[in-house]
């Protein structure tokens, strides 16, 4: 096979009534670009694509796309209850069903993927390139430095540790194959699953794929066949927590107290690569973001 680049950033989107996942891809790929200076590779639907490009004009999203992969996926229905800040939700489709088929999908030799709302602040991540195999988060902290609830570090009390399918850097090597093959087979019998590792809610989650495809490559016990990034924590911002302000190479955050909701700390964070999980936070600042570093 050949690929159009030997590395790359690949990106799902595909948009619902409440939530335009295609601007957000402008916002990640803007940011991997710009920091690990790589071709990106956004994989969506028709509408998704149209309604970016009308929107906000070829010119634009050439900037910041340099291919595109158009998929015809069946859409699951999958509901996700958001939050925006600790009093206001909604609830919107959440389309991920395809996800394990980027090793399908990919144009690129060695393939980083990551969510549309994963903002890539440095050059962390271009240090793993030249390890070959496959690297994903397992371990996660929140914006104050703390450990996240352990509803996002086990798949349920006792159960197996939580890796991250928000950043997955891979190549195409036999074991990236068989892992990508297994989180298949998972999705595809995922109620089975669900009732085998005993983790909780009717919300299909890759987090819970990747995990179990982990704790299967591993011979059921921990192990270490899969990279972890050396050990460095993904930081999350929660959707409780709300960004301010966005400024030249540093954010302001509302930070949230998840015991005490009525209080907030404000964090300014730099320098660091950041999951914005509040999906309308990102949309409030979205043209800030666009703008930032921008000539």
């Known amino acids: 096979m050949e690929y159009s680049a030997k590395r790359g950033v690949c990106m799902f989107a595909y948009n619902n009534e409440q939530l335009d996942y295609g601007h957000f891809s402008l916002l990640a790929a803007k940011q991997a670009k710009q920091?690990?200076?790589?071709?990106?590779?956004?994989i969506t639907d028709e509408g998704t694509w149209a309604f970016l490009t009308?929107?906000?004009?070829?010119?634009?999203?050439?900037?910041?796309?340099?291919?595109?992969?158009?998929?015809?996926?069946?859409q699951i229905s999958n509901k996700r209850k958001h939050y925006d800040s600790p009093y206001a939700t909604f609830v919107a489709q959440f389309t991920n069903n395809n996800k394990h088929k980027i090793y399908e999908y990919s144009?690129?030799?060695?393939?980083?993927?990551i969510d549309i709302d994963y903002m890539i602040r440095t050059d962390f991540l271009s240090k793993f390139w030249e390890h070959p195999g496959l690297n994903m988060f397992n371990t996660s902290q929140d914006l104050k430095n703390g450990n996240m609830h352990h509803r996002e570090r086990l798949l349920y009390d006792a159960g197996i540790p939580m890796w991250w399918s928000t950043v997955i850097m891979f190549d195409r090597s036999e074991l990236?194959?068989?892992?990508?093959?297994t989180w298949a087979h998972i999705a595809e019998n995922y109620?089975?699953?669900?009732?085998i590792y005993n983790f909780p809610g009717n919300l299909f989650r890759t987090d819970y794929c990747v995990s179990i495809a982990v704790h299967i490559l591993n011979g059921m016990v921990e192990g270490d066949t899969i990279g972890n990034f050396g050990g460095?924590?993904?930081?999350?911002?929660?959707q409780q927590d709300d960004l301010v302000e966005v400024r030249q190479?540093?954010?302001?955050?509302?930070?949230?107290?998840?015991?005490?909701?009525w209080k907030n700390i404000l964090s300014n964070v730099k320098d660091i690569d950041i999951h914005c999980m509040n999906k309308r936070a990102l949309s409030r600042?979205?043209?800030?973001?666009?703008k930032e570093h921008s000539t």
């Not at 920091?35 to 956004?42: A, E, I, K």
């Not at 144009?107 to 980083?112: D, N, V």
Request: one cysteine or more; proline letters at 4%; hydrophobic letters at 40%.
């Open 35 to 42: 920091h690990l200076d790589v071709p990106v590779c956004l």
């Open 54 to 74: 009308q929107s906000h004009g070829q010119a634009t999203v050439d900037k910041y796309i340099d291919e595109v992969v158009i998929t015809q996926e069946e």
């Open 107 to 113: 144009p690129y030799h060695q393939t980083l993927l």
């Open 176 to 181: 990236t194959q068989l892992f990508f093959d």
């Open 191 to 195: 109620s089975f699953y669900q009732y």
């Open 232 to 238: 460095i924590p993904i930081v999350n911002m929660l």
């Open 249 to 261: 190479n540093e954010w302001i955050f509302l930070v949230n107290n998840r015991r005490e909701e």
């Open 285 to 290: 600042n979205a043209d800030a973001i666009l």
